[in-house]
């Protein structure tokens, strides 16, 4: 690991303001993803901006009916708030299977959000990587790609996005609040949050240098049953070959995400409305366009196979 300097900020301007005007600085939390990647120098800021103790570990009613979640909310007590199992279940469901206990108990909401790629070339620092060092190449494209992105990828990448909360977030149409340097603050859809790769993979979110989330809205309850189903590896602890989020309504119509196919969580407004057509047509939808590698092409029959079986099971509840 470099030297680094450190430093803690008292409110969330000042925050944002101390990264924007410290030439490599990065904000830390719970640290569980950034504090690896130091130790294997994928990542090297020069300062860590402490933003701990800043106030944004509560989770509050909104007047709309919605909950507004603070960026420094563990996953542990997100997970267990008697609000979110009631009534945002696929979101208490995702962060359960996202992690060991003891990650929960440091993870952050906002940092969660911000994880980066599980790609083992990306933490090859051997290996040619677009995001790590931007015009390397990748090495994924015609390497070992059985766990890699089937949608939306590019020549330039085809790492997943890791986060199985964001996968649920995706699915319950939240919004990213933040506060810019200057002060100002606003509020991005998470559709729009998270970025696909095209010609600039190191460019994974929308948020600008030195901004900071302050906290994730969830709008009022969409009712309906809500499942979160993740397939994997191993049963416990190992990130998703592919997962599927889905609330569905008594009459048959809602929504469904994907998680593990792609660099962000996957939604595609069709499939949404496909749902009272059954699982092939929302399938169809979901993986128009999918290029799998030889070795990730049995991402398309799981993703069939795990949609069909969670919309069953939620017309069963329902």
């Not at 290996?127 to 089937?150: D, E, F, L, M, V």
């Not at 002060?183 to 559709?191: E, H, L, M």
């Not at 499942?227 to 070959?241: E, Q, T």
């Not at 989020?245 to 969580?265: E, F, Q, S």
């Amino acid at each position: 690991m470099k030297a680094f300097t450190y430093q803690r900020a008292s409110t969330p301007a000042e925050a944002a303001a101390l990264a924007a005007r410290t030439p490599g600085a990065r904000f830390i939390a719970g640290g569980t993803n950034l504090l690896d990647l130091m130790k294997l120098e994928i990542e090297t800021p020069q300062h860590l901006i402490d933003v701990n103790g800043l106030n944004l570990d509560k989770i509050e009613p909104t007047p709309g009916g919605g909950l507004r979640i603070g960026a420094l909310v563990r996953n542990t007590d997100l997970a267990a708030d008697a609000r979110v199992r009631r009534d945002y279940a696929v979101l208490s469901r995702a962060l359960l299977a996202g992690a060991s206990a003891q990650l929960r108990n440091k993870a952050t909401t906002a940092g969660n959000l911000l994880q980066r790629t599980r790609c083992p070339y990306f933490y090859d620092t051997n290996q040619a990587c677009n995001k790590r060092q931007p015009g390397s190449g990748c090495s994924a494209i015609g390497g070992y790609s059985r766990n890699h992105a089937i949608l939306g990828a590019s020549d330039a990448c085809i790492a997943t996005h890791p986060s199985d909360m964001a996968v649920a977030m995706q699915l319950l149409d939240a919004t990213v609040d933040t506060i810019k340097p200057d002060g100002s603050t606003r509020v991005i859809p998470i559709a729009d949050f998270h970025r696909l790769p095209g010609s600039t993979p190191q460019v994974e979110h929308a948020l600008m240098p030195g901004e900071l989330i302050t906290s994730v809205t969830l709008p009022k309850p969409a009712g309906g049953v809500h499942i979160y189903r993740k397939v994997r590896d191993r049963a416990s602890y190992a990130f998703a070959l592919i997962s599927v989020a889905a609330i569905v309504l008594p009459d048959g119509n809602g929504r469904v995400a994907l998680g593990g196919v792609a660099h962000k969580p996957w939604r595609v407004p069709a499939a949404d409305a496909s749902m009272s057509q059954g699982a092939k047509a929302v399938a169809e939808q979901l993986l128009s366009g999918a290029k799998p590698s030889a070795e990730s092409a049995f991402k398309i029959p799981l993703v069939q196979r795990t949609l069909a079986s969670v919309l069953a099971d939620a017309r069963k509840g329902a």
